[in-house]
């Protein structure tokens, strides 16, 4: 049984929590009884609080709620009858639409680095993780640092090791935070700015992403979803068969919580003729496919390649894009569309595509659903924080290999210029050499969780151009971690120049290519600015 560290609540508070979480105890739960404003908002404060989200409800939220009257509520009010309902469309006669119309809240806490992955793999969900950026990971929680000690490790004889070696990488993490800190806050290029607050939120940041690669894969974390029965159900079946522990024990929990709120959703689930085939089916094949990958590539040793790396696109994408931009504004088949299109001149494509994509004045107006048309696919070894990042897109097609420290790793160029280097290779070393502890002990699959997230991690990643957009845009900006900035604006360098789609470069007219120490200042003092203007 894995150890889950149970939060303590005085009468009066349970007896508020009661009407709202459908547990005081364990670390998956549902919120019930609550307006949608709020629970999207309890799950908005997820990614910035070490709080969990029945102590944010508490601290944050009740006062400003009316809850007269609503001593006698029950979760469970009004169940047996919609179960009813939903047993003759959806059991009965196979409707699995219905399922889409039934949603729910559910937080899920506690999670190790490893399972949210697994927990934010489906693409018809919503997701809010506790942010890396944000928060201090140092902090204990009950006595101890926050991180996963898986049950199969801890009974074993690398079990003491696991314990103080991921301490002492916690440690380090903790100490280059303060080092970090130190540094950019006497750093001449940290200095400018208006507000000193948004100066020294910006540092703090900034200094949460230079050491965020020192914790391990086992450290800790928050995530909200909100998904609708049929989501739920494709994401548990996917976790029962898990060869992951962690997830099929946490499929558990999650099954129990969403059957206080929607049980005709997930009938199927646990069924013997129905889920139980469904996950046999998934854990076989992957079984399968493991055996005869090892087989085939017994003899492969890795070669050396680039961090971003596009594999595969159309070359003549841009043509067909032209087609389909122009495709709903006629009453023409495709084909003489296309045939159209192949005899325009440059300057018409590039009136065209400007036309189509209008004034964008900011990276949030999208152009429509032609840019769909085609496809890139990247193969990418990153290091793990920034694939944790980009992993959440979830309109695209992303495949990733195991996470081992064979692939090396990358030191943060202001760790270096802090005088940090020393310090951050010597908690990769004590990575490495644990993982080859626990992979000699327990196994492969359990040593990942003392892997550092500086470790780089092969993941290949399909998406289409409108999703480009969306995500080279969003994720270049300089707020964000440097690391996965330097990937989406190589895969903007290699769209233009690899692929020659420069009208698709063109398009992306938002990417932001600036540098600078401290990149959130800017989206640190627009928020102060906002925060002035409120009313009081």
Not at 8 to 22: G, I, K, S, W
Not at 141 to 159: C, E, L, N
Not at 366 to 386: I, K, M
Not at 435 to 456: F, H, I, K, P, Q
Request: charged share 25%.
């Amino acid at each position: 049984m894995i150890h889950y560290t149970a939060e303590t609540f005085t009468p009066a508070e349970q007896d508020v929590l009661r009407r709202y979480v459908t547990n005081l105890r364990q670390p998956v739960f549902a919120l019930v009884n609550l307006p949608e404003v709020v629970k999207g908002a309890l799950f908005a404060r997820y990614s910035r609080t070490h709080k969990s989200l029945r102590r944010l409800l508490l601290d944050e939220f009740v006062d400003d709620l009316d809850i007269s009257g609503d001593e006698t509520i029950d979760a469970t009010v009004g169940v047996a009858r919609a179960e009813q309902l939903y047993q003759r469309v959806f059991v009965e006669y196979g409707d699995d639409s219905v399922a889409q119309l039934g949603a729910v809240h559910l937080a899920c806490e506690q999670a190790s680095n490893l399972l949210t992955k697994v927990l934010e793999r489906g693409r018809l969900m919503s997701y809010l993780e506790q942010s890396t950026r944000y928060l201090a990971y140092d902090e204990r929680f009950g006595g101890r640092y926050r991180y996963h000690r898986p049950p199969s490790v801890m009974s074993s004889r690398a079990g003491t090791r696991f314990v103080g070696d991921v301490d002492r990488m916690f440690d380090a993490y903790g100490g280059m935070v303060r080092r970090m800190t130190t540094w950019l806050t006497e750093h001449p290029d940290a200095t400018a700015g208006t507000s000193d607050l948004a100066r020294r939120r910006a540092i703090r940041a900034q200094a949460f992403d230079s050491a965020r690669g020192l914790l391990p894969a086992a450290s800790l974390s928050n995530v909200g979803i909100f998904g609708t029965g049929q989501a739920y159900e494709a994401l548990l079946l996917r976790m029962r068969a898990h060869p992951l522990p962690e997830a099929r024990s946490y499929a558990q929990m999650m099954l129990t919580e969403l059957r206080k709120v929607i049980p005709s959703f997930l009938r199927r689930v646990d069924q013997p003729d129905r889920g139980v085939v469904w996950s046999d089916y998934i854990e076989a094949n992957r079984t399968s496919m493991s055996e005869f990958a090892a087989d085939l590539f017994a003899d492969e040793v890795a070669e050396p390649v680039a961090e971003v790396v596009l594999t595969d696109w159309d070359p003549d994408g841009e043509t067909k894009m032209l087609a389909a931009m122009l495709y709903p504004y006629t009453s023409l088949p495709e084909s003489q569309i296309a045939a159209r299109v192949a005899d325009m001149t440059e300057a018409q494509r590039m009136e065209l595509v400007q036309r189509y994509c209008g004034e964008r004045t900011n990276r949030r107006h999208r152009p429509g659903r032609g840019l769909e048309r085609l496809d890139y696919r990247f193969d990418v070894l990153g290091d793990y924080g920034s694939f944790r990042d980009l992993q959440r897109h979830r309109l695209l097609t992303i495949e990733w290999q195991p996470l081992v420290p064979q692939h090396g790793y990358a030191v943060p160029a202001l760790v270096d210029a802090a005088g940090g280097g020393e310090a951050y290779d010597d908690v990769m070393e004590l990575s490495a050499e644990l993982y080859d502890t626990v992979a000699e002990t327990v196994g492969a699959l359990e040593a990942s969780y003392a892997v550092a997230m500086a470790y780089r991690v092969r993941y290949s990643m399909q998406f289409n151009a409108r999703e480009a957009m969306h995500m080279i845009e969003l994720r270049s900006q300089p707020q964000g971690h440097t690391d996965y900035r330097r990937i989406v604006t190589e895969m903007y360098r290699q769209i233009s120049e690899a692929a020659g789609h420069h009208a698709v470069a063109a398009m992306l007219s938002h990417v932001d290519l600036s540098e600078g120490i401290l990149g959130r200042l800017g989206a640190e003092e627009a928020t102060a600015r906002r925060r002035s203007a409120e009313p009081a």
